[in-house]
């Protein structure tokens, strides 16, 4: 069985310090992860996926995140926060071989001080 | 190409109506999921269609809910009898394939208002 955990709720950084956005997983088989970002009343946009080639994935707006597998997390970061960074974070696994549903996260919410 | 289309982007129904949301895949794609999302919580799955069939509804409630996917036209998530808490937002995804290692591309949502 899948399921994510996002060990963060809600987030809060000062805007241009480092964000960090923690995703454990657990799959059965072999795992494809992917972050979506969700701005108020809107709808859900893929920021990164990773589908078994390198563990360190780039993703739009600077966002990457790394698989460890020894971990069995998908960490996501940004060098630098930038306001329009604040919104909603879901970490989402699928299995590779025998998927038939994405498994959501409960979300992060992160917040950018000024 | 356009992007993953629903509507309406609001509803709003009366206890006991019916509501029937649609959902366009995005073009060449043939698998459809529907998740609910409740305030303050994460996407739970519904369920997941492919072209006239229903792969995986585990996550239906076993009355009132039903979806569709057409040979011809868009989905269909169709809630009979409404009830206050069916109260949510409803977003539709497609994929070009099964979701073992490709990803989903969500629509906008339908917001349900149950009065």
């Known amino acids: 069985a899948q399921s994510v955990t996002q060990l963060d709720s809600h987030v809060s950084v000062s805007e241009g310090t480092p964000v960090l956005l923690r995703c454990n997983y657990s799959s059965s088989y072999s795992p494809s992860l992917f972050w979506y970002v969700q701005h108020p009343n809107k709808g859900l946009q893929l920021l990164l996926k990773?589908?078994?080639?390198?563990?360190l994935v780039k993703g739009i707006n600077g966002f990457e995140a790394e698989f460890k597998k020894s971990e069995t997390s998908f960490h996501l970061t940004k060098p630098s926060a930038h306001m329009s960074d604040a919104a909603e974070y879901f970490c989402?696994?699928?299995?590779?071989?025998?998927?038939?549903?994405?498994?959501f996260g409960t979300g992060t919410s992160l917040t950018v001080i000024p | 190409n356009a992007g993953v289309m629903q509507n309406p982007r609001h509803l709003v129904r009366r206890r006991g109506q019916e509501a029937r949301l649609r959902c366009s895949p995005m073009k060449g794609h043939s698998h459809v999921y529907w998740y609910r999302q409740l305030p303050e919580e994460g996407l739970k799955f519904m369920v997941y269609?492919?072209?006239?069939?229903?792969?995986?509804e585990s996550g239906m409630p076993k009355e009132r809910f039903s979806a569709e996917f057409p040979k011809e036209g868009p989905s269909i998530l169709r809630i009979q009898q409404v009830v206050r808490g069916d109260s949510a937002a409803y977003f539709c995804a497609s994929s070009p394939a099964r979701p073992r290692g490709t990803e989903a591309f969500f629509g906008q949502g339908t917001r349900l208002t149950v009065v």
């Open positions: 990773y589908t078994s080639a390198a563990t």
């Open positions: 989402v696994v699928s299995d590779r071989i025998t998927g038939n549903q994405f498994y």
């Open positions: 269609l492919q072209k006239e069939n229903i792969i995986d």
